[in-house]
């Protein structure tokens, strides 16, 4: 399969006009200056209606440009069993929502080592992703999650992190961050 690429923004062009504004918006003046992609940078929280999702998919099928989600940041996939809850349902939000609105890739930070052996993480991470993507599947939500790689060595998404994750687990793939990527390798071990 050959390989293609799309360039766009993360959110909506700074010179978006005010009408229509909005995803919409950005998606429309996206076009107009050339990009093909849109990350919809819901980092904070997930906050939209179904109805919203209904316009921004239109929009991005209207205008022929792909888009992506960046979910929120603070999803841990190793976090603590307390915790784990609401960082799975700021994963699955964002899913769900991105495929309403037309999102095929779903983009998140997947966490910290909290100063464990990066293998042993894995052994938590990989359980939880796949209970993910079997949810989303059975809800019909058909994206593909996007481990991020991070720049900082504390932090789970390493290049192997995420590689091993994509390998593991079906409709996972590394979202490499070229970046993040050149910050961790200069940090050394």
Same mark, same amino acid.
């Given at each position: 399969?050959?390989? #293609?690429?799309?360039? $766009?923004?993360?959110?909506?062009?700074?010179?978006?006009?005010?009408?229509? %504004?909005?995803?919409?918006? $950005?998606?429309?003046?996206?076009?107009?200056?050339?990009?093909?992609?849109?990350?919809? $940078?819901?980092?904070?929280?997930?906050?939209?209606?179904?109805?919203?999702?209904?316009?921004?998919?239109?929009? %991005?099928?209207?205008?022929?440009?792909?888009? #992506?989600?960046? &979910?929120?940041?603070?999803?841990?996939?190793?976090?603590?069993?307390?915790?784990?809850?609401?960082?799975?349902? @700021?994963?699955?939000?964002?899913?769900?929502?991105?495929?309403?609105? $037309?999102?095929?890739?779903?983009?998140?930070?997947? %966490?910290?080592?909290?100063?464990?052996?990066? @293998?042993?993480?894995?052994?938590?991470?990989?359980? /939880? *992703?796949?209970?993910?993507? =079997?949810? *989303?599947? /059975?809800? %019909?939500?058909?994206?593909?999650?996007?481990?991020?790689?991070?720049?900082?060595?504390?932090?789970?998404? #390493?290049?192997?992190?995420?590689?091993?994750?994509? /390998? &593991? =687990?079906?409709?996972?793939?590394?979202?490499?961050?070229?970046?993040?990527?050149?910050?961790?390798?200069?940090?050394?071990?």
């Amino acid at each position: 399969m050959p390989l #293609s690429f799309a360039f $766009g923004t993360v959110g909506s062009p700074l010179e978006t006009p005010l009408k229509p %504004g909005g995803t919409v918006g $950005g998606i429309e003046f996206s076009k107009s200056l050339g990009l093909l992609a849109l990350e919809l $940078g819901w980092v904070r929280s997930v906050r939209v209606t179904e109805a919203t999702c209904a316009l921004i998919k239109a929009a %991005g099928e209207r205008q022929g440009v792909v888009l #992506s989600v960046h &979910a929120p940041y603070f999803i841990n996939l190793n976090a603590t069993a307390d915790e784990w809850p609401r960082s799975r349902k @700021r994963l699955m939000d964002a899913a769900h929502y991105g495929f309403l609105a $037309g999102a095929t890739d779903i983009i998140f930070h997947p %966490g910290s080592y909290f100063t464990k052996d990066p @293998r042993e993480v894995l052994r938590t991470v990989l359980p /939880r *992703l796949q209970a993910c993507v =079997v949810d *989303l599947q /059975r809800n %019909g939500d058909n994206v593909t999650l996007r481990p991020e790689t991070m720049g900082k060595s504390a932090m789970l998404g #390493s290049f192997e992190d995420a590689v091993e994750m994509s /390998r &593991a =687990v079906p409709h996972v793939q590394p979202c490499l961050d070229f970046a993040h990527l050149h910050a961790h390798r200069a940090m050394g071990p």
